[in-house]
């Protein structure tokens, strides 16, 4: 029981929004799809409801094929919004809203949920909602696909609703499904640089290789500021070439921040601090590493001010290693 989508593709014209998407949604599930804007997410939540059709591939429910079925007959539920008759009836003569775009989304999605049996796709469903509302309709739509062993697909462009919210997630970049998983193997390991730059803040730090590929703990050469950095055992594949530049990253959190001793393995570089941005929860950390900029993210500002000097450590297990 689950929703197949395989070797979907699509275009406008000569531009190609979609090229090679295929990816399992399971049943009792809720599946994200994640990309940046234009990544082509409503166009597949489109195709995916019938009401747009392919340039190529396969859709198969329950493992009926159900391409070429109308969408009538498909049965898939995509709640509409604007320009809807559902969204119509909540003006008033004037053309002025009754309610507002938060409230709107809210009533059509308990009604999506109420009226869904069998696959539920939403688009951006609650960028329009305040946070409460929103975690309170995160526990609601869990609950529901669970319940009526629904098969939810859910598209949007905020990473951390999508982790938040769903069960598997797809993260769609350059027509394709770039990876396919849990929401924390995703954020901890993307499989290229492109998932690795759209699922949150990273460090992007452009180097080279500097050591042989039979040495167990790779050592790499910054670009900016020539710091010499050592990654965790990494199969030789994931290296490339020797003197060849690549990228390596590593997330804000996983940086640390010291004024005296620490672990000299953790690759310490010196560092200027040279923008504070409180979040809330946490303070986002501007760095300045002899020209390397870096980003590190604390729960606590203790002892912290701009233009001190302090110590970064960037532990080598920590670090990921990408060719392109």
């Known amino acids: 029981m689950s929703l197949k989508v395989q070797k979907l593709a699509k275009r406008y014209d000569d531009h190609w929004v979609l090229r090679d998407v295929s990816f399992v949604a399971q049943t009792g599930e809720i599946t ?14 489109q195709i995916l409801a019938g009401t747009e059709k392919c340039n190529g591939g396969k859709i198969f429910h329950n493992e009926a094929d159900v391409s070429e079925i109308s969408c009538e007959n498909r049965g898939f539920l995509l709640p509409k919004l604007k320009n ?10 004037n053309d002025r809203p009754e309610i ?46 669970r319940e009526k062993n629904l098969t939810v697909i859910f598209a949007g462009n905020d990473f951390e609703e999508i982790f938040a919210l769903c069960n598997k997630v797809g993260v769609l970049a350059n027509g ?24 949150g803040r990273n460090n992007i730090i452009r180097a080279r290789r500097i050591s042989s590929s039979k040495i167990e703990t790779p050592e790499f050469l910054t670009l900016d500021g020539e710091h ?14 020797i003197n060849q530049n690549i990228c390596l990253a590593i997330r804000p959190e996983h940086i640390s921040i010291s004024f005296g001793a620490s672990f000299p393995e953790d690759n310490l570089l010196k560092a200027t601090i040279t923008e504070i941005n409180f979040q809330g929860a946490t303070t ?23 233009g001190d000097e302090c110590v970064v450590g960037l532990p080598p297990d920590r670090i990921l290693i990408f060719k392109d």
Request: hydrophobic residues 45%; glycine residues 8%.
């Open 32 to 45: 994200g799809i994640f990309g940046s804007t234009a990544a082509g997410k409503t166009t597949l939540i």
């Open 84 to 93: 809807s008759s559902f969204w119509k009836s909540l003006f008033k003569p």
């Open 100 to 145: 507002s775009e938060g409230e709107g989304q809210i009533l059509a999605l308990e009604d999506a949920m109420n009226k869904a049996n069998g696959v539920l796709l939403l688009d951006d469903t609650f960028c329009f909602m305040d946070k409460p509302s929103r975690d309170k309709h995160f526990g609601e739509l869990r609950r529901i696909t």
């Open 176 to 199: 394709a499904i770039q990876q396919f998983g849990v929401p924390r193997e995703v954020y901890e390991k993307p499989a290229n640089l492109e998932v690795a730059k759209i699922t």
């Open 228 to 241: 010499r950095i050592f990654a965790d055992k990494t199969e030789k594949s994931a290296l490339g070439a």
């Open 284 to 306: 986002l950390i501007k760095l300045d590493a002899n020209s390397l900029i870096l980003h590190a993210l604390v729960l606590r500002l203790v002892g912290l001010n701009i």
